[in-house]
């Protein structure tokens, strides 16, 4: 199995402040790797996929980069509707992994 | 729009099968994709359990493949998940999906449903 390690696991942030949260993959998953935004008692969002296309409507600060086992997810100019927890998911394989998640709290 | 609700009991004995029904609104599953069950324990990540083509296709979570069973009926535009001898580390949000294919993978979720909750316990 490919495993996935997020860090940090948990960060505090400012409105206007840019965020860069960072995937591990224990081995290459190429571009296949995706992330998604989710907040307390809802579903998770599918924000980003082939490490940097962005989902329909997701707004621009989101973007993503990296390739083979290392990535990172940035957020420019954090909103207030920015505050969640954010998962990688690689999508080279079976079986699919998660990351462990990084929740971003407000400072 | 695709919508996708989960249904199934809330509560499960150990020892039992829990079984749990995806219905999807807006989108025939015979015309193509992936479906697929993720669950998030409590406070805890996201785990992938097993995805099937409406074909009939099926790939499970090897961790969970021996007590796992994924089917689809198209008749009723559902596809359903179930996980035998479950245990209280089965306690989990449970979610459906439909894969999203993009950049050369299909192994992407979205759209999700709300998710249910299922609890193990006596």
């Known amino acids: 199995d490919i495993q996935m390690t997020q860090s940090p696991s948990s960060m505090s942030a400012s409105v206007g402040d840019t965020v860069t949260i960072t995937c591990r993959a224990s081995q290459g998953v190429s571009s296949w790797l995706a992330w998604y935004q989710q907040k307390p008692g809802k579903a998770p969002k599918f924000l980003i996929y082939?490490?940097?296309t962005l989902q329909s409507g997701v707004p621009s600060r989101f973007s993503g980069s990296g390739s083979g086992t290392d990535f990172t997810l940035t957020i420019s100019s954090l909103q207030p509707e920015d505050f969640a927890t954010y998962y990688c998911q690689q999508g080279s394989s079976f079986p699919l992994t998660f990351g462990g998640g990084t929740k971003v709290e407000i400072k | 729009q695709v919508q996708l609700q989960e249904s199934g009991p809330g509560l499960v004995k150990p020892s039992e099968t829990l079984s749990l029904t995806c219905t999807v609104s807006g989108y025939s599953i015979s015309t193509d994709y992936f479906w697929g069950w993720i669950r998030q324990p409590p406070g805890k990540g996201l785990e992938w359990i097993a995805s099937?083509?409406?074909?009939?296709?099926?790939y499970y979570n090897p961790s969970l493949k021996s007590r796992v069973t994924m089917s689809v009926d198209p008749s009723k535009n559902q596809f359903s998940l179930n996980l035998s001898s479950v245990t209280a580390a089965d306690t989990a949000m449970y979610f459906c999906?439909?894969?999203?294919?993009?950049?050369?993978?299909?192994?992407?979720?979205?759209?999700w449903g709300q998710g249910t909750l299922v609890t193990v316990s006596s």
């Open positions: 099937m083509y409406h074909s009939g296709s099926t």
């Open positions: 082939a490490t940097s």
């Open positions: 999906a439909r894969t999203y294919c993009g950049g050369g993978s299909c192994n992407w979720f979205d759209p």
